[in-house]
């Protein structure tokens, strides 16, 4: 896939924040997206630019909702960057993240990263004129999950989720795996909720870590319909400590597979690889008393935040005058 653009190359990423889909957009459109395309006609200097694809907790196909964090060989969150001298019409396989943003624009602007900087600079990635896998060690990520709305379960408790992915697996810690990923139920299942619409325009009403949707309100209104069951189940339903899917047989993380004999080395291999790096980095989930996430300052929630000093709010209350 060609992004058809000068002075570009196209890599996947995975999000630590959001499910991932396939990116679908004509190179006219794409171009378009990059500021640099017009300044360049103009012959002034090109800045330096990247795209990334975001899209938000969308509560279906079931793999997003398995695992916010993970995603299938063919579904990556893209990322488009456009450099100054660097050779454009690329598709790199490298696996990258947000954090190597930061150290890749100071690397691009003559600073040197400060020590302790997660992330780890693409620039050698983005000069390289080859497609396909250019740096040899950059075949996994890890991304992690803690929560998307405060107040999705009592307490204002987080769903801890970590995941190593790999080309062909992706495994998946859920720490605390008697709470609901989803969040709980709350005013979800009531006749009225469904009825009024209102599943469609509050996320918070219920099941609060997946996004309002009509697809949202339409599943859980055919919740205990036989066809539609499963369906439900799988994506609002407990998980279990540890999920195994094999990305080569199963792309859209159907079958876990974490309990299969068959993948017992398999399992046992990245379940040590994604502990230890998390350990090294001092992820708070696997260090101290490993309870961090789950007192104030982080389950605190958008209320008890201080409110926003007054002139910031006349400020936006002219905007909307104007």
């Known amino acids: ?32 997206s990059f500021p640099s395309v017009a300044l360049e006609a103009e012959g002034r200097d090109v800045p330096v630019e990247a795209l990334l694809a975001e899209v938000g907790a969308v509560p279906l196909p079931p793999y997003i909702t398995r695992a916010v964090e ?14 100054p001298g660097v050779k ?8 990258v993240c947000l954090p190597d943003l930061a150290p890749t624009f100071m690397e691009i602007g003559g600073v040197k990263p400060p020590a302790g900087l997660y992330g780890r600079s693409l620039l050698p990635v983005l000069k390289s004129d080859r497609s396909g896998q250019i740096e040899a060690d950059r075949t996994w990520v890890i ?6 709305v405060d107040v999705a379960r009592a307490g204002n408790l987080p769903y801890p989720m970590r995941a190593f992915r790999t080309k062909d697996f992706v495994y998946i810690r859920n720490f605390m795996p ?9 005013e979800a299942l009531k006749r009225e909720s469904l009825e009024s619409g209102a599943l469609q325009e509050d996320t918070r009403i219920g099941y609060a870590d997946m996004d309002s949707s009509p697809t949202k309100a339409w599943l859980i209104a055919h919740r ?45 291999g990245l379940s040590t690889q994604l502990m230890e790096k998390l350990t090294a980095a001092g992820d708070p989930r696997v260090t101290g008393d490993r309870m961090k996430f789950e007192r104030p300052p982080f389950t605190d929630t958008s209320a008890d935040l201080p409110a926003a000093p007054a002139g910031k709010q006349g400020r936006k209350k002219n905007k909307k005058a104007e």
């Open 70 to 83: 993970a995603a299938d060989s063919e579904r990556y969150q893209t990322l488009f960057a456009r450099v």
């Open 143 to 148: 991304t992690g999950r803690e929560r998307h």
């Open 1 to 32: 896939m060609s992004t058809g653009l000068p002075s570009s190359v196209l890599a996947p990423a995975i999000s630590s924040v959001t499910g991932t889909l396939p990116l679908a957009v004509p190179a006219s459109s794409m171009t378009n």
């Open 224 to 268: 205990n319909d036989p066809k539609w069951k499963w369906h439900f189940d799988h994506a609002f339903g407990q998980r279990p400590g540890e999920e195994l899917y094999d990305l080569r047989k199963d792309p859209h993380q159907v079958k876990n597979v974490a309990a299969d004999p068959a993948y017992a080395k398999t399992k046992a």
């Open 88 to 95: 454009g019409g690329r598709v790199v396989d490298d696996f």
């Open 178 to 186: 008697d709470r609901m990923p989803m969040g709980d139920p709350k």
